[in-house]
Nanobody, 119 residues
Framework: QVQLVESGGGLVQAGGSLRLSCAAS????????MGWFRQAPGKDREFVARISWSGGSKVYADSVKGRFTISKDNAKNTVYLQMNTLKPEDTAVYYC????????????WGQGTQVTVSS
C-alpha cells in the first residue's frame, strides 16, 4: 500500500501562486509515476500533470502548460505542484495519485486539497 497526503491548498486571487505538496509513504519503492488531478464542482476529474518516480519524465495538460510545474523530492518522497498565474477556472479539489505499473493507471489516491481562485 502507498499512502498519499496532500497539502498546500487554499484561497488565492487570480494571478497568484500556490504550491501543493503530496507526501508519499508506505511501499513507495513500488511506485512508477505520480500525478495530479483536479475536479471542479459539477465536472469530471481531469488530469493535470504527471511525473515519473525518477523525476526525469513530466507531462502536463494543455490547460496548465507554462503555468504549473510538477517536481519531486526523492529524499522526502514528496511531489510538488507549483501553480503560477492562477485563474478562476483552476478552482477545484486537487488530488495526488500514484501508479505502480500500467502507464496511465493510478492505483492510489490522496484525499484531495481545495484550491479556490477568486477573480
Amino acid at each position: 500500500q502507498v499512502q498519499l497526503v496532500e497539502s498546500g491548498g487554499g484561497l488565492v486571487q487570480a494571478g497568484g501562486s500556490l504550491r501543493l505538496s503530496c507526501a508519499a509513504s508506505g511501499r513507495t519503492f513500488s511506485t512508477s509515476f505520480m500525478g495530479w488531478f483536479r475536479q471542479a464542482p459539477g465536472k469530471d476529474r481531469e488530469f493535470v500533470a504527471r511525473i515519473s518516480w525518477s523525476g526525469g519524465s513530466k507531462v502536463y495538460a494543455d490547460s496548465v502548460k507554462g503555468r504549473f510545474t510538477i517536481s519531486k523530492d526523492n529524499a522526502k518522497n514528496t511531489v510538488y505542484l507549483q501553480m503560477n498565474t492562477l485563474k478562476p477556472e483552476d478552482t477545484a479539489v486537487y488530488y495526488c495519485a500514484a501508479g505502480v505499473g500500467i502507464p496511465g493507471r493510478y492505483d492510489y489516491w490522496g484525499q484531495g486539497t481545495q484550491v479556490t481562485v477568486s477573480s
